[in-house]
């Protein structure tokens, strides 16, 4: 690409004018949509509430961990809560997921204890947890692999007959608008297609893909894309956790019930860095990024609790409280996790070991053995 032909990119859109599926406007203002609604109590509105305050929370306090040295690298989610709270609240207990590496508020609403992914992050360990114990797969930083991973296992899930019920098992797919490029997520798309494999694809189109805007991905809004793999597709203000959680559920139980895959794509924005390694202000401007801040995924649900006389103050500085709580714990657990041993590398990698990696093993114990003072 010429650098004359990537001046011609026009910006993302911040989102106005975009058809998508809407329940809960940036001012707390709830809406209603003719295909999707959602019937949520207080006190759940308060939960959803209590979730998105917490994940950006406990993001924030990642983030200011890797600032400190304490964690290598960090991707947060900071704009991203709606799409993931709805989704991950649309879960049903046997449903699995198959996240990226940024997919924290999924794991959160999972019930999953939040330290888990931390690990892998402070390079303490490989972020190998058991995908089936939490029904959460493992974080996959190849771009696109876990939409192959969690295709193959949705179709495993129709051939073992778990799908055609309520009780029916269905399998959630995240990934990115970069992501959308890859192979991996367009193979997905046929086999699933063709298998009617119980699957969602879930798009967080959050604008970028690192410094590489939405134009570089498509010339058509992602969500199209489906029809042309023989599935339906469908665009949520991934912004609004009231309508992700809706057209989630609602895809999920298509999914469940034998009906095949479908597409979401998730319209939001990424309101921080790609990663800690990342400076977006080298390819985006402030005002682009205020535009969305007016869109905060947090706030307006706050301003429907306000609207809807259901919160208060004392409430609201409750969940500050408890959320503040959590990061806390967070950090402790995180500034005393040991450093493993690094022959520790070597244990997994056969079952049942090998010959050929028992060799390894020891050449790496001699070598750092060789080092002064070493021990
Ligand atoms: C197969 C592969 N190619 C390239 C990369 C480098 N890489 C890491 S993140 C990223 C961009 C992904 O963008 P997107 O799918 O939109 O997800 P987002 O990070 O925005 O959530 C790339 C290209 C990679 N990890 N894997
Ligand atoms: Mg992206």
Redesign the pocket.
Known sequence: MTRASSKRVAPPTTGAGVDFVQLLTPDGERVTHPDYSVDFNPDELRGLYRDLVTVRKLDAEATALQRQGELGIWASLLGQEAAQVGSGRALREQDMAFPTYREHGVLYCRGIDPIMPLGLFRGVDQGGWDPIANKFGIYTIVIGAQTLHATGYAMGVAKDGKVGGDEGEAVIAYF???ATSQGDVNESFIFASVYNAPIVFFCQN?Q??ISEPLQRQTKVPLYQRASGFGFPGVRVDGNDVLATYAVTRAALDNARHGNGPMLIEAYTY?MGAHTTSDDPTRYRVASEVEEWQAKDPVKRVRKLLEREGIGDDAFFASVDEQARKEAVALRERVLSMPDPDGAQIFDHVYPNGSPEVDEEREQFKAYHASFEGAH
């Open positions: 990115g608008d970069g959050n970028y893909a990424r």
